[in-house]
T-cell receptor
Framework: KAGVTQTPRYLIKTRGQQVTLSCSPI?????VSWYQQTPGQGLQFLFE???????NKGNFPGRFSGRQFSNSRSEMNVSTLELGDSALYLC????????????FGPGTRLTVT | AQKVTQAQTEISVVEKEDVTLDCVYE???????LFWYKQPPSGELVFLIR??????QNEISGRYSWNFQKSTSSFNFTITASQVVDSAVYFC???????????FGKGTSLLVTP
């Protein structure tokens, strides 16, 4: 079975721009969660989607948004990028809700200049 | 407040030594789940184990073992006869029944030298 895939793997954007990251979960998994990893804050939960509905949201500003499609693929969008948004963005999928084993993708490394 | 505390920031051991990574958690839920993940230099988080709050049995998987003690709110991870390939950052995480999202600790960076 293929693992979680994320595209693109690396991205460089300028402050003020917006960005969309994509995640394809493991086949059969219906829950997708997004996490931000930075050296200072560590791994922080962004949001979780299950069957196209946002089930849970972390403590991030409204510039961070996401959605899930009927095939369980998910996208997250960050608008008006700030320097502090530079991070590794990790997507995880699980069979049901995120209390099940979550399997992570390789991440998208976003650099904001 | 930090829900998962990994007090050891960095640990360095010589190959074949045993090493224990500590994890202390905090929750008011009676149903919760604890996880350990490994993050090698490549960056991808690798799932190691999931334990629910009603199962306090210790688990062993090859050189890996986990000690879950509700009385001390700890879920420690031991690597026996460590190997260079064990070098990575290890994260402990908590998923509460009230929210499900993973709350990660800050991680413990393990370096195993030959």
């Amino acid at each position: 079975k293929a693992g979680v895939t994320q595209t693109p793997r690396y991205l460089i954007k300028t402050r003020g721009q917006q960005v969309t990251l994509s995640c394809s979960p493991i086949s059969g998994h219906r829950s997708v969660s997004w996490y931000q990893q930075t050296p200072g804050q560590g791994l922080q939960f962004l949001f979780e989607y299950f069957s196209e509905t946002q089930r849970n949201k972390g403590n991030f500003p409204g510039r961070f948004s996401g959605r899930q499609f009927s095939n369980s693929r998910s996208e997250m969008n960050v608008s008006t990028l700030e320097l502090g948004d530079s991070a590794l963005y990790l997507c995880a999928s699980s069979f049901e809700v995120s209390s099940y084993e979550q399997y992570f993708g390789p991440g998208t490394r976003l650099t904001v200049t | 407040a930090q829900k998962v505390t990994q007090a050891q920031t960095e640990i360095s051991v010589v190959e074949k030594e045993d090493v224990t990574l500590d994890c202390v958690y905090e929750t008011r839920d009676t149903t919760y789940y604890l996880f350990w993940y490994k993050q090698p230099p490549s960056g991808e988080l690798v799932f190691l184990i999931r334990r629910n709050s009603f199962d306090e049995q210790n688990e062993i998987s090859g050189r890996y073992s986990w000690n879950f003690q509700k009385s001390t709110s700890s879920f420690n991870f031991t690597i026996t006869a460590s190997q260079v390939v064990d070098s990575a950052v290890y994260f402990c995480a908590l998923s509460e029944n009230s929210g499900y999202a993973l709350n990660f600790g800050k991680g413990t960076s393990l370096l195993v030298t030959p």
